[in-house]
């Protein structure tokens, strides 16, 4: 390993907050953690991008614990993101996306559920809803509050969920095949599965491209096109039922910046007409995907990317 190269500290935006620093340990990627193709890919905007399957992989990333103190440190930041109207009229359109393809909804599970704000809304709905947060000062604030949060991974029980979700999550994790895993463990045999996560191949990554706040050094350790996450959930043995693309927003600036508001307010209302078009060709900036669990484990044999994973 060559010695460290720290970015020095830059400021960067990071999901939903700013001013969390990531330090960045040089670990060389050599396979695509999605598809597992090693060819050499061209480089990207700090990423690679996999000619075989579309997405985009970190170029370098941090070690374990970098990770985990970076987590805690945005941790901080949603507590105090101001965003919940704006997040509270999304989870009215996710429930209702849900209810399109099942109707058993009695055990629910947010994974990842960050400041807990859709299992707030699901509690307030009447669903019996759990939640589950790899950060630890998220599951104490949480727990604080009286919401019914899993400490760790082990104590969800297995096979026990008729819903997971998942929002935002999946861009964050080094290994999608190894989480993917993890949460499909938690699901009822043809439970459902809902993820979101930035569309690396909406509108504004193809107009922007680097200049996206979603590439770089923001944690976002691979991007994925519709594609490329459908193709994943697939061999992971679940059956993709929707992959739909929405929002453009065009985030140049933190999130909760009043520029950043006004700037994305005027790029709604200008792309409004085109809305239509644009998602219909899976151009959105965000990407939701609803997919049905298998009881098989995997529906492909193959190379096991936990085993060859190099930053595993
Ligand atoms: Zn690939």
Redesign the pocket.
């Known amino acids: 390993m060559r010695a460290h190269k720290m970015n020095g500290g830059k400021v960067i935006p990071a999901c939903r907050q700013a001013g969390v620093r990531v330090l960045y340990r040089p670990h060389e990627i050599y396979m695509?953690?999605?598809?597992?193709?090693s060819q050499l890919?061209p480089r990207h905007h700090g990423y690679y991008r996999?000619?075989?399957?579309?997405?985009y992989?970190a170029v370098t990333l941090p070690d374990a614990k970098i990770r985990q103190k970076e987590t805690e440190e945005s941790a901080k930041s949603v507590i105090t993101s101001q965003r919940q109207e704006l997040i509270a009229r999304d989870y009215t359109d996710r429930l209702a996306a849900i209810t399109k393809w099942t109707t058993k909804l009695r055990h629910m599970l947010d994974f990842g559920c960050g400041s807990g704000l859709f299992l707030k809304f699901l509690i307030k709905k009447g669903y019996d809803a759990r939640g589950y947060d790899k950060s630890t000062t998220l599951t104490k604030y949480l727990q604080l509050r009286k919401l019914p949060m899993y400490a760790d991974l082990s104590a969800i029980p297995a096979r026990y969920f008729d819903v997971v979700t998942t929002f935002d999550v999946i861009e964050h994790t080094i290994d999608p095949h190894a989480f993917i895993r993890d949460v499909k463990s938690k699901l009822k045999k043809n439970g459902i599965l809902m993820i979101t996560t930035p569309n690396a191949q909406g509108v504004t990554a193809r107009i922007l491209g680097g200049r996206w706040w979603v590439f770089g050094p923001t944690a976002h350790f691979v991007l994925f096109t519709p594609e490329?996450l459908k193709q994943l959930l697939i061999h992971e043995g679940c059956k993709v039922l929707e992959v739909t693309t929405d929002t453009i927003t065009p985030w140049f600036f933190p999130t909760d910046a009043p520029v950043q508001r006004a700037l994305n307010k005027i790029v709604y209302l200008a792309t409004k007409p085109f809305h239509a078009v644009l998602f219909r060709y899976s151009l959105g900036d965000n990407m939701q995907v609803i997919a049905e669990s298998y009881d098989v484990a995997h529906l492909k044999t193959g190379v096991n990317c936990r085993v060859l994973n190099p930053f595993g």
């Open positions: 695509c953690p999605v598809c597992l193709s890919n996999c000619t075989r399957c579309g997405s992989y490329s």
